[in-house]
């Protein structure tokens, strides 16, 4: 079957090197994709927002299953028109995706439902806003309401720092027009659980941890990512069967009790605290870059397990025993300013899988396109094994305006 990915960043390849290991799969297309992904699908410079042109696309090249990588997408309500349309599509609509997209929303859930997470407030007044917090002790956590790519949440470390946030949402509508949502301040090793979910039922992938912090020894400003692992030696299988019934199962069965079932990849955004395992993100789709150490991990079709949970079918889903370690290199000054278009060379000399967050091809040349350009992940017996090895072969990429972390899994290797 032809099959359609909407993206063009590293999820998105890991998402297509997965299908193109399908028997089922002959044929795959990227909207918009980039210069890694070009060599495994076709890219079609269309955007992952352009809803309309998405269907258009879809109806005209027979896609049997069209699978959504952004949030965005999401939010623009692709899954609802695909739908309308009767063509088959991988993803949550845009009413169940709100658990990602309005974080009152997956607060007001989590509340109601008893799942447990930091205690909140909400806000879109900024004199009462800043009235509460003048009430409350540092650190506390201010969250813009809305998709502000990762940059919405800001944790004050003085008063005055907390004002000018406020005013920066609330007033100067720096980030949008929206509500704050005013969060406890919790502590303890942050972690990614996704599954997959079909309404009440829930699958769950092998856990892994980002490193959001753009330098090793986590300092520096924080980024979209800089490299993941799995799985995880300090989550405990207790702690694992807990999240997965009273945080992931309990989510799932909230949004069917609230008429909004969700299908597609429910991310939990989890931390470890002294008082148990509480949720600080959900997010409606697979986490960039968690995606690329998670599905090389994959061992079943997993066009099977899309197709599964599309048409509601129950799937057992396999992994591979082995570990993974991913490292991305990002463009120098990511994730502030940053220039694009610097030639990469020697990936043909890389023994490893190489994802492409953001590259373009000029005149049979790669170039950076972005401000996390390569992900390499590399599968081994042992995290350890898996980190030495991911890091001399990313040692071997040669680009004058990249840099990367050396230290990722650096709390399960000590
Ligand atoms: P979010 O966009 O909600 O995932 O938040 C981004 C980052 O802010 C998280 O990965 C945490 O490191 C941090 N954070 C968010 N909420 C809290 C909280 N309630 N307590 C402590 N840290 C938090
Ligand atoms: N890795 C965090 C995210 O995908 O949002």
Redesign the pocket.
């Known amino acids: 079957m032809n099959v359609l990915v909407i993206g063009g960043g590293g999820r998105e390849h890991a998402i297509i090197d997965a299908l193109s290991k399908s028997k089922k799969v002959s044929k795959i297309y990227a909207a918009p994709g980039n210069a890694g992904i070009a060599q495994l699908a076709e890219c079609m410079p269309i955007k992952d927002t352009d809803v309309d042109n998405l269907v258009t696309f879809a109806y005209n090249h027979n896609i049997a299953l069209t699978v959504v990588g952004p949030e965005v997408a999401l939010a623009a309500g692709v899954v609802n028109a695909f739908e309308a349309h009767e063509l088959k599509i991988f993803g949550p609509t845009k009413e169940a995706a709100q658990i990602e997209s309005s974080?009152e929303f997956a607060k007001h859930l989590m509340q109601k439902y008893a799942i447990p997470?930091?205690a909140?407030k909400v806000f879109s007044d900024y004199k009462s806003a800043w009235n509460y917090v003048q009430a409350q002790s540092l650190?506390i956590?201010l969250?813009y309401d809305g998709l502000?790519a990762?940059k919405?949440?800001v944790?004050p470390e003085t008063l005055k720092e907390a004002e000018s946030t406020l005013k920066d949402m609330l007033l100067n509508d720096k980030f949008g027009h929206g509500k704050v949502v005013i969060?406890?301040?919790?502590?303890g090793p942050?972690f990614s659980f996704m599954c997959f979910v079909c309404r009440d039922k829930v699958y769950p992938m092998m856990l892994a941890q980002?490193h959001?912090r753009a330098f090793d020894g986590d300092k520096g400003p924080?980024t979209g990512g800089m490299g993941a692992y799995s799985p995880l030696p300090f989550i405990t299988k207790a702690d694992e069967e807990f999240a997965y019934k009273h945080i992931m199962q309990a989510t799932a069965n909230a949004l069917v009790a609230e008429g909004c079932p969700f299908k597609g990849v429910l991310y939990g955004?989890l931390?470890k605290t002294p008082n148990g395992i509480?949720v600080?993100?959900f997010n409606a789709r697979f986490g960039d870059p968690e995606t690329e150490v998670v599905l090389p991990r994959l061992q079943s079709d997993v066009t099977d397990i899309f197709q599964a949970i599309i048409n509601e079918t129950p799937i057992d889903i396999k992994w591979d025993k082995r570990s993974a370690v991913g490292i991305v290199m990002a463009s120098k000054g990511y994730p502030e300013n940053y220039e694009k278009g610097f030639e990469i060379k020697n990936l043909d000399k890389v023994h490893a899988t190489v994802y492409h967050m953001g590259t373009r091809m000029e005149n049979g040349k790669i170039l950076t396109n972005g401000g996390r350009v390569l992900f390499i992940t590399v599968l081994a017996e042992s995290l350890a094994e898996a980190q030495k090895k991911a890091n001399e072969e990313v040692a071997k990429i040669e680009c004058d305006n990249l840099f990367h972390r050396t230290d990722i899994a650096w709390q399960a290797i000590k």
């Open positions: 974080k997470t930091a909140y650190p956590v969250k502000a990762g919405g949440v944790i969060e406890e301040f919790i502590t942050e980002d959001k924080n955004g931390m509480k600080i993100e």
